[in-house]
């Protein structure tokens, strides 16, 4: 027992905190059998993997492949933002977002948000900043989001997508932060894209 390892509790309840590098060790990956498409429409698909578990045993597990995506946070002043507005079936209701959607075969994520920001938006960024990228659902999703901060707009828009329907509004970044901590902004991507540019942007900025 290593007291270094305990995680501070005054009820001794008996929890530790496991050694990372140990845990690493001791875990092994999922080996990939096959795989089958059971639906596929444009770049959404729904796959069944085959696999083999670290003990051997073998399961089936469901996966829906949207392959990359990028997410745009337009800046039209330093403090002033641009946001979309459109009907989502699933939550079945308006929502407020950045700019954004997938990533066209071969398309760099950098020429991927700069053609979303003009579609949806209507500007051209003269600076694209990454702020990172992730899994909105690493465990049956397979789709990586890059997000970028995009300043120095000018109007150089794209026709939209044709079931795209957009109201398009700016709105001063603290009024966008506010509503992405007060649920406001229910998108999961924009509510990181916004606080992101608030730590990249510093506290002297919002």
Same mark, same amino acid.
Not at 21 to 27: C, D, N, P, Q, R
Not at 154 to 161: G, K
Not at 183 to 188: A, K, L, M, P, V
């Given at each position: 027992r290593n007291p270094q390892s305990e995680i501070g509790n005054p009820r001794g309840m008996g929890a530790w905190v496991i050694d990372a590098e140990e845990t690493v060790a001791e875990l092994k990956a999922w080996k990939r059998l096959g795989s089958r498409t059971l639906y596929q429409q444009a770049h959404v698909l729904v796959r069944e993997d085959a696999l083999e578990l670290p003990d051997g045993r073998e399961r089936t597990y469901p996966v829906l492949a949207l392959g990359g995506s990028v997410g745009v946070l337009p800046f039209l002043s330093k403090q002033e933002v641009v946001l979309v507005r459109q009907y989502r079936h699933v939550p079945q209701g308006f929502s407020w977002e950045v700019p954004g959607g997938s990533i066209?075969? +071969?398309? !760099? !994520?950098?020429?991927?948000?700069?053609?979303?920001?003009?579609?949806?938006? +209507?500007?051209?960024?003269?600076?694209?900043?990454?702020? +990172?990228?992730?899994?909105?659902?690493?465990?049956? @999703? =397979?789709?990586?989001?890059?997000?970028?901060?995009?300043?120095?707009?000018?109007?150089? !828009?794209?026709?939209?997508?044709? =079931?795209?329907? @957009?109201?398009?509004?700016?709105? !001063?970044?603290?009024?966008?932060?506010?509503?992405?901590?007060? =649920?406001?902004?229910?998108? +999961?991507?924009t509510k990181l894209a916004i606080l992101w540019a608030a730590i990249a942007r510093g506290p002297s900025t919002v």
């Amino acid at each position: 027992r290593n007291p270094q390892s305990e995680i501070g509790n005054p009820r001794g309840m008996g929890a530790w905190v496991i050694d990372a590098e140990e845990t690493v060790a001791e875990l092994k990956a999922w080996k990939r059998l096959g795989s089958r498409t059971l639906y596929q429409q444009a770049h959404v698909l729904v796959r069944e993997d085959a696999l083999e578990l670290p003990d051997g045993r073998e399961r089936t597990y469901p996966v829906l492949a949207l392959g990359g995506s990028v997410g745009v946070l337009p800046f039209l002043s330093k403090q002033e933002v641009v946001l979309v507005r459109q009907y989502r079936h699933v939550p079945q209701g308006f929502s407020w977002e950045v700019p954004g959607g997938s990533i066209a075969a +071969g398309e !760099p !994520p950098e020429q991927a948000a700069q053609r979303e920001l003009r579609e949806e938006a +209507g500007y051209r960024a003269g600076r694209l900043r990454r702020l +990172g990228g992730f899994w909105p659902n690493n465990a049956y @999703l =397979d789709e990586v989001i890059h997000v970028y901060l995009a300043e120095n707009l000018v109007n150089d !828009p794209l026709p939209a997508d044709q =079931d795209e329907h @957009l109201e398009v509004q700016s709105f !001063p970044f603290d009024v966008a932060l506010a509503m992405a901590q007060d =649920d406001r902004i229910s998108c +999961g991507l924009t509510k990181l894209a916004i606080l992101w540019a608030a730590i990249a942007r510093g506290p002297s900025t919002v």
